[in-house]
């Protein structure tokens, strides 16, 4: 068979082609970092680098829910944790008060003293994080309890607003958790106090404000017992905040499931897309030294004609 110089010319440019096609890929990928640069690369590495990508994103969004819950439910607990020292303050007051040697003075402090405490109760019943009050359910956009004033004072009544539907946000795929306690919780209008706050200090006020009723402080008639009602709600209040430890626990070990998930995928991701650096040097070495060979070679193909004997 004959082989001609075009052909031979033809084969070189073929191959020289090849291996400045191949250099360049390598040179695109070091530069880049990525292994794949077009899906026809490696038609399942890019697959399984849309998929992996898809994860990670879902999962950096399930760790904004979970840090979102957490920051919801550490606000809960602070403002808990101030119900029940206020709680504390007016059963301090109340047994105070029904010492019957107290005068109209004095008493009249001790009211002072338990309007404030109510207030502050409401204040943090009406707690907001991130634009929402955290104890009204779904209700986020108002105010969950209010205060009943008579004359501009606290008559220890109080209105709530709020619903008992519990917030939930997804922490992973398909589980939610529950982050939130309500306004009915904290009262005992869902049943787990005998007698509700609001009317617990209804009772209070009027006992502190009427003589014809300052006898019910000291009373031990069960309709009243205000100081045992006080440390009932304490006790409520502190059954809700183990509730909360236990979501704050239940975060924790998500995030740190959703932390450790990332890292994993993020390593996997690396080795399906990222180049090896080291690797990548050597790879492209090599390919220029064999593009560089072929330009040699090249030089050598043709066969010398008349011409270069002409002196």
């Known amino acids: 068979m004959r082989v001609t110089n075009s052909s031979t010319a033809r084969n070189y440019i073929n191959n020289l082609n090849s291996n400045l096609e191949y250099l360049t890929k390598l040179q695109d990928q070091q530069s880049s970092g990525q292994k794949l640069r077009h899906p026809s690369d490696d038609p399942f590495g890019v697959s399984r680098t849309i998929n992996l990508n898809d994860t990670i994103n879902r999962n950096r969004q399930y760790a904004e829910n979970i840090e979102d819950a957490t920051n919801w439910i550490n606000t809960s607990d602070d403002a808990l944790d101030k119900i029940s020292s206020y709680l504390l303050r007016i059963s301090t007051q109340i047994n105070d008060a029904s010492n019957g040697s107290n005068s109209g003075t004095e008493l009249y402090a001790f009211k002072a003293e338990v309007q404030e405490c109510i207030e ?21 956009g108002q105010k969950p309890l209010e205060a009943v004033r008579s004359d501009g004072e606290i008559t220890g009544e109080l209105t709530n ?34 007698e509700d706050l609001g009317t617990t200090f209804k009772n209070i006020m009027e006992a502190l404000t009427d003589p014809a009723k300052r006898g019910n402080l000291s009373s031990d008639d069960p309709a009243y017992s205000f100081i045992d009602k006080i440390n009932a709600a304490r006790d409520n209040i502190s059954r809700l905040r183990a509730q909360v430890g236990a979501r704050q626990n239940r975060m924790k070990a998500a995030s740190s499931r959703n932390e ?50 002409l002196d």
């Open 120 to 140: 502050g109760i409401v204040d943090m019943v009406n707690t907001n994080y991130n634009g929402n009050y955290i104890f009204g359910g779904y209700k986020t």
């Open 161 to 194: 607003s709020g619903d008992n539907n519990m917030i939930e946000r997804e922490i992973s795929p398909g589980v939610t958790a529950s982050i939130n306690t309500t306004t009915d919780q904290i009262l005992g209008l869902d049943g787990s106090l005998s």
């Open 260 to 309: 450790v998930e990332i890292q994993n995928m993020t390593k996997i991701l690396a080795k399906t897309a990222d180049v090896d650096i080291a690797e990548i040097s050597i790879q492209v070495n090599v390919a220029l030294a064999a593009y560089n060979s072929s330009l040699m070679v090249g030089a050598q193909i043709l066969q010398p004609s008349l011409i270069s004997f």
